[in-house]
């Protein structure tokens, strides 16, 4: 079955940085559209980023342009967040998504497949 697992999370100062790992299995990562999703306590999930098949269409939340950067490499099968100048509304669950042959979407109802999520606290 497909599997998605991410790392990375922790407890980091605002203005640290983090860097979000998806591994895939299962799967050739290559043939999904991928992105991540966050969801803060107490709110709704929300997309902050997504990329296409080969990395050269990314998108990124108003929210967290400029500060978080989406890449993969396909050959290890892996999707990263680089997370820079993180403030403490960054602080939520983390998921990596991943869809099959589609495009990527701001939807977390239009992806097939989900990490468990990991923690990202950013204190203040």
């Known amino acids: 079955q497909v599997q998605l697992v991410e790392s990375g999370g922790g407890l980091v100062q605002a203005g640290g940085s983090l860097r979000l790992s998806c591994v895939a299995s299962?799967?050739?990562?290559?043939?999904?559209?991928m992105g991540w999703f966050r969801q803060p306590p107490g709110q709704e999930r929300e997309c902050v980023s997504h990329?296409?098949?080969?990395?050269?269409?990314?998108y990124y939340a108003d929210s967290v342009k400029g500060r978080f950067t989406i890449f993969r490499d396909n050959a290890k099968n892996t999707m990263y967040l680089q997370m820079t100048n993180l403030k403490p509304e960054d602080t939520a669950n983390y998921s990596c998504?991943?869809?099959?042959?589609?495009?990527?979407?701001?939807?977390?109802?239009?992806?097939?497949?989900w990490g468990q999520g990991t923690q990202v606290t950013v204190a203040s």
């Open positions: 998504a991943a869809r099959w042959i589609r495009r990527p979407t701001t939807r977390w109802d239009d992806y097939e497949y």
């Open positions: 299962g799967v050739t990562l290559s043939n999904f559209a």
């Open positions: 990329i296409s098949w080969s990395g050269g269409d990314r």
